[in-house]
Nanobody
């Protein structure tokens, strides 16, 4: 049973930083890509960043390039999302997701598993 557990979300002021964590368990993820998606109030879930578990290739939405960094710790089976210079419009629930690495990286339908999400609120 695959389990993804996100943590680290909280209230932060605009311009601040947060680090989200995603603890993964239940299978070997070497052939998987791990992604972070976010869903703002009244909005659809959108792609933020992703990383191939094997090899570490990363993918970023244009809106977060230079501010967000995704990384993974294979020994701990954990994926991290470092977010800097946060903006109020980035408020939402952030979901950690897992899908096969050969699929398109920025489509929600490419991911088979996701966690319960962690709330990030950026105040202006």
């Amino acid at each position: 049973q695959v389990q993804l557990v996100e943590s680290g979300g909280r209230l932060v002021q605009a311009g601040g930083s947060l680090r989200l964590s995603c603890a993964a368990s239940g299978r070997t993820f070497s052939s998987y890509r791990m992604g972070w998606f976010r869903q703002g109030p009244g909005k659809e879930r959108e792609f933020v960043v992703a990383i191939n578990w094997s090899g570490g290739t990363t993918y970023y939405a244009d809106s977060v390039k230079g501010r967000f960094t995704i990384s993974r710790d294979s020994a701990e089976n954990t994926v991290y999302l470092q977010m800097n210079s946060l903006k109020p419009e980035e408020t939402g629930v952030y979901f950690c997701e897992a899908g096969f690495a050969w699929r398109t990286y920025d489509r929600q339908t490419s991911y088979d598993y996701w966690g319960q999400g962690t709330q990030v609120t950026v105040s202006s």
